[in-house]
């Protein structure tokens, strides 16, 4: 079955802290793995994927084939990294064509 | 181009009423999608468009929910005969292509009292 797990629904640091938002997934094929997050009142947004090897607004991911794991890091955290975050695959496998399998979501809180 | 739109962006409803959402893509964005989410949860894949052609449903899209994308530009998504069960947020994304980023609309928020 094709799934998205992100065990933790809040996760809250300080500001400075290092952060890892954790997502595991379960998939028969090569996946593309994305993360989205959603600022509060905002709609949801791309902040990267794994093909791309970038870093953005300081977060990197790392794709574990081994681990199948694509773990959110940011070294220092700021407040405004305060958000929901969703780690989605997508695919071609069973027919399926690109859409996104999302996780139920993981909510930073950044504290001052 | 302001990004992939919805209208509208509230709606409240009675049981057993129809519903209608309409979705406007980013313009040259050739794939569509649709998805709901409720609460606490992530975002779950309804349907998808290549053009205007419907190429894949979920189960979860009950035969009262069909879509439309006439001419391959804006789509709408009409629920029948609604059921308090459909209360969700209803989001669209488009993309130029398969495996590619999705943009996602600000979605359509329904209530079905």
């Known amino acids: 079955a094709q799934r998205v797990t992100q065990p933790e629904k809040l996760l809250s640091v300080f500001k400075g802290a290092p952060v890892e938002l954790k997502c595991n997934y379960s998939?028969?094929?090569?996946?593309?793995l994305f993360w989205y997050v959603q600022y509060s009142r905002q709609r949801l947004q791309l902040l990267l994927r794994?093909?791309s090897r970038e870093s953005i607004k300081g977060f990197t991911a790392d794709l574990n084939k081994g681990e199948t794991s694509f773990h959110l890091k940011k070294p220092f955290a700021q407040e405004e990294d305060s958000a929901m975050y969703y780690c989605?695959?997508?695919?071609?496998?069973?027919?399926?064509?690109?859409?996104?399998?999302f996780g139920k979501g993981t909510k930073l809180s950044v504290k001052p | 181009d302001t990004g992939v739109s919805q209208n509208p962006r509230h709606k409240i409803t009675k049981r057993g009423q129809n519903v209608t959402f309409r979705c406007d893509p980013i313009?040259?964005?050739?794939?569509l999608y649709w998805y709901r989410q409720t609460l606490g949860q992530g975002p779950e894949f309804l349907t998808y468009?290549?053009?205007?052609?419907?190429?894949?449903k979920s189960r979860l899209l009950s035969d009262r929910f069909s879509a439309e994308r006439p001419k391959g530009s804006f789509s709408t998504l009409e629920i029948q005969r609604t059921e308090q069960g459909d209360s969700a947020m209803y989001l669209c994304?488009?993309?130029?292509?398969?495996?590619?980023?999705?943009?996602f609309g600000p979605g359509t928020r329904l209530l079905v009292l």
């Open positions: 994304a488009s993309s130029f292509g398969y495996l590619v980023t999705q943009y």
């Open positions: 998939y028969s094929g090569s996946p593309e």
């Open positions: 794994h093909i």
């Open positions: 313009s040259e964005h050739n794939r």
């Open positions: 468009f290549q053009n205007e052609a419907q190429l894949e």
């Open positions: 989605a695959l997508s695919g071609n496998y069973g027919g399926s064509q690109g859409n996104l399998i």
